[in-house]
């Protein structure tokens, strides 16, 4: 079936740097991409949607210069969480449409812990 | 304001039980229903999915109901196991692909 890599699985990184994480499609193409954010014991918040070869569009409030977004191509996006913070600590995970699958089906990734010490 | 409404936030059943997770949404343009299985520090996995064309559709042990009229839909575990102890997410999504998510639901099979 397809499946949506994501890398890494989780990473430790210090205040003020900049960590980024990757999400892979990796067996069918994926002009969109979208990037979650989900809390312990909490759903999935949609931070923004990644649109291969243009800007990502960002959800009310998710600071865009904070969480870079970068699809170059049709089977890989990136988020770049920039200056780090504790309170960015979180869950990430993208999930990938499968534009060649009737009804266009959403896979996930398995998600990126991110721990900002 | 969360557009989908998933309850209960828990539930708790005997193995071989039928746990019931109801979901509820307001906008009707809303064309894609899935459902979401995750276990704890996992991704979630799609489960099923179901279109607002269909009334009802199984996968394995999973089945989806779905009321148009009544602008809601539901999952049925069937034959539930221990395995089968996760949290589900119902969602929906127009034809931008953003899905919004229910608030999530713990379900615990005992043995």
């Known amino acids: 079936g397809a499946v949506v890599s994501q890398h890494p699985s989780w990473v430790i990184c210090k205040s003020g740097t900049s960590v980024k994480i990757e999400c892979r499609s990796l067996?069918?193409?994926?002009?969109?991409m979208f990037w979650y954010r989900q809390f312990p014991k909490q759903s999935l918040m949609l931070m923004a949607t990644s649109n291969e070869g243009s800007k990502a569009t960002y959800e009310q409030g998710v600071e865009k210069d904070k969480f870079l977004i970068n699809h170059a191509s049709l089977t890989l996006s990136t988020l770049t969480v920039t200056s780090a913070h504790p309170e960015d600590s979180s869950f990430y995970i993208c999930s990938a449409r499968d534009s060649g699958q009737k009804g266009n089906t959403i896979y996930f990734g398995e998600g990126s812990w991110l721990t900002v010490v | 304001q969360q557009q989908v409404k998933q309850s209960p936030q828990s539930l708790i059943v005997q193995k071989g039980g039928i746990p019931i997770i109801n979901c509820a949404y307001e906008n009707t343009a809303f064309d894609y229903f899935p459902w979401y299985q995750q276990f704890p520090g996992k991704g979630p996995a799609l489960l099923i999915a179901i279109r607002p064309d269909v009334s009802e559709k199984k996968e394995g042990r999973f089945t989806i109901s779905f009321n148009k009229s009544a602008k809601q839909f539901s999952l049925h575990i069937m034959d539930s196991q221990p395995g089968d102890s996760a949290t589900y997410f119902c969602a929906a999504s127009r034809g931008d692909y953003k899905l919004s998510f229910g608030a999530g639901t713990t379900v615990t099979v005992r043995a």
């Open positions: 067996d069918f193409q994926a002009t969109t």
